[in-house]
Nanobody, 125 residues
Framework: EVQLVESGGGLVQAGGSLRLSCATS????????IGWFRQAPGKEREGVSC?????????????YYAESVKGRFTISSDNAKNTVYLQMNSLEPEDTAVYYCAATRSSCFTQFDYWGQGTQVTVSS
């Protein structure tokens, strides 16, 4: 059974940091691209960041970020733990949302096949 479990969300003041984790199981981690998405109340879900599968990863094309989080968020993976992290620094109230991780075998720019349940991030001003 494929599982993606997010953790690490919470309440933080503006300017603070959080690290989200996405623990995966039930599929070959090295073959999958893992993305982070978020959905704020009343807004559509948006892509935040993505990391390519380790089989195709190169130093130039391994990670992607939405413009709104570039320079503040960092995505990384621990293949030994089948886990992807999203380090979020300099958080802003606009970052408040439910954050989801998702997995796909295709690429960071196609539909994702598997989704976690989400973790709430709330940034107070």
């Amino acid at each position: 059974e494929v599982q993606l479990v997010e953790s690490g969300g919470g309440l933080v003041q503006a300017g603070g940091s959080l690290r989200l984790s996405c623990a995966t199981s039930g599929f070959t981690f090295d073959d999958y691209y893992i993305g982070w998405f978020r959905q704020a109340p009343g807004k559509e879900r948006e892509g935040v960041s993505c990391i390519s599968s380790s089989r195709v990863r190169s130093s130039r094309f391994s990670t992607y970020y939405a413009e709104s989080v570039k320079g503040r968020f960092t995505i990384s993976s621990d293949n030994a733990k089948n886990t992807v992290y999203l380090q979020m620094n300099s958080l802003e109230p606009e970052d408040t949302a439910v954050y989801y991780c998702a997995a796909t075998r295709s690429s960071c720019f196609t539909q994702f096949d598997y989704w976690g349940q989400g973790t709430q991030v709330t940034v107070s001003s």
